[in-house]
């Protein structure tokens, strides 16, 4: 059991900078753990989630870059011509995507191959507009906003049937308004960011039926102030990012409330150890670390980097590149 | 980025033996973690824990390489076959090594065995994603490796002569199709929620061989079933929604006396458990576009009933809000100033009874 903690560690009224900070820069020493390698299937997905949340705490220096680099490289996937989740794995769209994303935020697009990356990612779709991830064909929702992400990052979307893939995210739509993984999924949280994502990308949120899904949204929120994926079941802070990312893309923030969510976000960190867990005094890991700043940045905690909601990148990567979107987040507040 | 909270095995509140698994980490490894108690480890315990795993470590290292290296080498064998057995039991996470296997079906089992030995190899892969989705439900990579198996077993015989007196070809896909109706109730069973299982349900109800199709009747059965089991489980009533919208394209002569049971079904569960967002879900679908002015006004009646018990139920009243502005287009100029009227008092209590939802009250209010 957890021993007494002094009070300085167990005061979650402030984010922990300098100790997350300290925490992700520490998760690629324990390769001395069985747990580290039984994860390798996730490591560039991870390190695309740990770049992001320095880039949000404002400490991107923390990693460095050339090494970052390097690693993104070692995961290219020479016969298929896009990312693997670590060398030697095989090219899957997730980690395509995550490569793609560091090497944004890096500005080291030049070291990519993009035309190979783009004819993989086109031989994924389908006659039916969906994505699969990979040469066996797996379809879901998550994979058409990893092909349509990349693809605008990559400045090709004039090369995509865009009424084709919007045709099939039509067909995933739920009478409450959300989506689902595939057609016939019930809505989810986390599918409803990735297919309103891809629609906000695509310039085609009039698909969106808006006040429903922000009605849908906004009934995520449970009393402790905890976000859930689904109605009727438990809190998670990554939640935070996908339920607010998407309140953020229809401009309907404000229909929930924010201070709660922050408090409850604040509330699972270690304060020692540093990280963000799913909810208060669980082990923290990387991804909700990420999803758990994403949140606060959204909500406007001060001295935090503005996180543009639909890429999941800093605003200002995303800006740079011509591509923000009319989404709103909450003020930046004073320190 | 998209897919570690969903995609991870190693989603601690499945089973039992994962949490222990887990529990063992330290809080630096980069995985993702559910539910998993924070504990606080020193470095002596870190260490000692390390050097206990460190064969375990050494050997996983070890069979990982072996079998990259075999793949690599475009090596297509029975033996790599097993190796990758092992290894998967070990980690299902490890797609790449998934990936490996079925290339080995492709390119060994399906062009020099005999079907009757690949068939029979094909099942063994069905017993092995069994046992694999009871340790780790909600493993992706597990469930697609099943759809694989199913997708590519080979004719076989084993059926009835079919009218022309020529012996049947399905033998086989009939023998593997039909026990996974089974497994995916046992899997909802464990879990009422798991989204991986539901997915299955409906791909495998939509897969199978045309004579092994449920029918509409049996699947409303089952959704019955299971919200009899817990109201609340709202990925049963999403299934029946969905089976109602397909009973009704076919013949939409059942829509209308289907509907009243359905609101007497739904009526019961807002009944016993009006806080519980399920049955008003549903609700809201089976009224849809409010465009039955006769259903709209009956509904609004039977819900004003429960405010009457329920006074301060958050769902009572911001249903009654919902189903009044859309009772406003069918309503002349006066009609509507009683509604607005009925619906800004309503949004009044929301604001008092749900602060968190506030802004949403008064934007509603705004637009009214």
Known sequence: ?335 | MMEGKIDLVLSGRDSARTRTHLALQSSATLSVMHGIKRTKVDAAAIAARREKEKEKLRAYLESEKEILDLKEANEWSEAALQLTEQFLNTNPEHYTIWNYRRDIFTKLVFVSWTPEDAYQRLVLDLRFTTSALKRYPKVYWIWNHRRWCLENTPSGPGTEPDSKGEEGIDGWKMAVWSQEVLLVEKMLSLDERNFHAWDYRRYILSHCPPSLRRSDADELAYTTRRIEKNHSNFSAWHQRSLVYTSLWKEDPSQRAPALDQEFELVKNALWMAPDDQSGWLYHRWLVGSGDDVTILEKEIGVIEELLEVEPESRWTLDTLVYYKRLLMKHRSEQGKRQLVEECRRSLETLCRIDPMRRRRYEDIGATL
């Open chain 1, 1 to 335: 059991m957890a021993n007494a903690t002094t009070d300085a560690a167990s005061d979650t009224s402030t984010l922990a900078i300098p100790v997350h900070v300290s925490y992700i820069q520490k998760l690629g020493e324990s390769q001395d753990d069985l747990m580290y390698h039984l994860t390798s299937h996730l490591r560039l997905n991870a390190v695309y989630w740990g770049l992001t949340a320095l880039c949000v705490m404002k400490h991107k220096e923390a990693l460095e870059r050339e090494q970052l680099i390097e690693f993104v490289m070692s995961c290219w996937d020479e016969k298929a011509g896009a990312f693997g989740a670590h060398p030697r794995h095989d090219a899957h769209i997730l980690p395509t995507l995550s490569g793609i994303q560091i090497l944004v935020m890096l500005d080291a697009l030049d070291r990519l191959d993009a035309e190979r990356v783009i004819s993989f990612i086109f031989s994924l779709q389908s006659p039916t507009g969906s994505f699969s991830g990979d040469r066996f064909g797996e379809t879901d929702t998550r994979f058409c906003y990893c092909a349509v992400s990349a693809l605008s990052l990559l400045g090709v979307l004039d090369r995509l049937d865009k009424d084709r893939v919007v045709g099939y995210i039509r067909r995933c739509k739920n009478f409450d308004g959300g989506y689902g993984s595939d057609v016939g999924g019930e809505s989810h949280a986390s599918q409803v960011f990735t297919c309103v994502g891809a629609l906000a990308i695509l310039d085609r949120l009039d698909e969106v039926d808006s006040e429903t899904l922000a009605w849908w949204l906004s009934e995520r929120q449970l009393p402790n102030g905890g976000l859930n994926g689904r109605p009727e079941k438990l809190e998670d802070v990554c939640y935070s990012f996908w339920v607010l990312s998407s309140l953020s893309i229809l401009r309907k923030m404000t229909w929930i409330d924010g201070s709660a969510l922050e408090r409850f976000i604040l509330s699972a960190q270690d304060m020692e150890a540093g990280g963000i867990a799913d909810r208060p005094g669980d082990m923290p890991d990387v991804w909700h670390t990420l999803f758990g700043v994403a949140g606060l940045s959204l909500l406007g905690y001060p001295g935090l980097e503005d996180l543009d909601p639909v890429y999941c990148m800093p605003t200002d990567v995303i800006e740079r590149r011509g591509l923000r979107k009319a989404w709103l987040a909450l003020p930046r507040r004073e320190m």
